[in-house]
Antibody, heavy 117, light 107 residues
Framework: QVQLQESGPGLVKPSETLSLTCTVSGGSISSYYWSWIRQPPGKGLEWIGYVYYSGSTNYNPSLKSRVTISIDTSKNQFSLKLSSVTAADTAVYYC???????????WGKGTTVTVSS | DIQMTQSPSSLSASVGDRVTITCQASQDISNYLNWYQQKPGKAPKLLIYDSSNLETGVPSRFSGSGSGTDFTFTISSLQPEDIATYYCQLYDNLQVTFGQGTRLEIK
């Protein structure tokens, strides 16, 4: 059973770049789709985007100019970078896995990122 | 962009009740809709995919239906452990959109 674990700084300063990594265990990252989803405090879920194991990506248009999702098959990890962050980017960030891009069958526990000076 | 309207935003029901949540898409999305359950402080869990398919291991009291623009999620007999927020999620044109969520409470 695939398991996912998010890691990265819990505090990021405004205008800087948020960087998170998702480590995959119990399976190989060299297949299927790997996604990032976030949830601001007390609010709903927002899809950020996905990376296919081949490296192809697709992003939420509202975040596309600031987002990069990449994959490192040698480390069984995939990553999220979100640039020029503001307080509005404060959220719990989840990584997730799916057979296809359109459903998220396995989720990490989530990691809280706060944007503040 | 396709808009998704989920209702109600909150719901209070008694154990044993039948509970229904709806999602309406702004245009035809065929059966491109999933449902998730999120318990407090936990990650979401996929319950239903492609409108009506029950994910493996999910109790049969959960069900989904609909196609086109109108979709329904049903809990046939509410159990105490079903207290959670439920989200619909549409997918179309390589984009994913979540509904606003329905917070379900026990009366």
């Amino acid at each position: 059973q695939v398991q996912l674990q998010e890691s990265g700084p819990g505090l990021v300063k405004p205008s800087e770049t948020l960087s998170l990594t998702c480590t995959v265990s119990g399976g190989s990252i060299s297949s299927y789709y790997w996604s990032w989803i976030r949830q601001p405090p007390g609010k709903g879920l927002e899809w950020i985007g996905y990376v296919y194991y081949s490296g192809s990506t697709n992003y939420n248009p509202s975040l596309k100019s600031r987002v990069t999702i990449s994959i490192d098959t040698s480390k069984n990890q995939f990553s999220l970078k979100l640039s020029s962050v503001t307080a509005a980017d404060t959220a719990v960030y989840y990584c997730a896995w799916g057979y296809h891009w359109n459903a998220h069958y396995v989720w990490g526990k989530g990691t809280t990122v706060t944007v503040s000076s | 962009d396709i808009q998704m309207t989920q209702s109600p935003s909150s719901l209070s029901a008694s154990v044993g009740d039948r509970v229904t949540i709806t999602c309406q898409a702004s245009q035809d999305i065929s059966n491109y809709l999933n449902w998730y359950q999120q318990k407090p402080g936990k990650a979401p869990k996929l319950l239903i995919y492609d409108s009506s398919n029950l994910e493996t291991g999910v109790p049969s009291r959960f069900s989904g239906s609909g196609s086109g623009t109108d979709f329904t999620f049903t809990i046939s007999s509410l159990q105490p452990e079903d207290i959670a927020t439920y989200y619909c999620q549409l997918y179309d044109n390589l984009q994913v959109t979540f509904g606003q969520g329905t917070r379900l409470e026990i009366k």
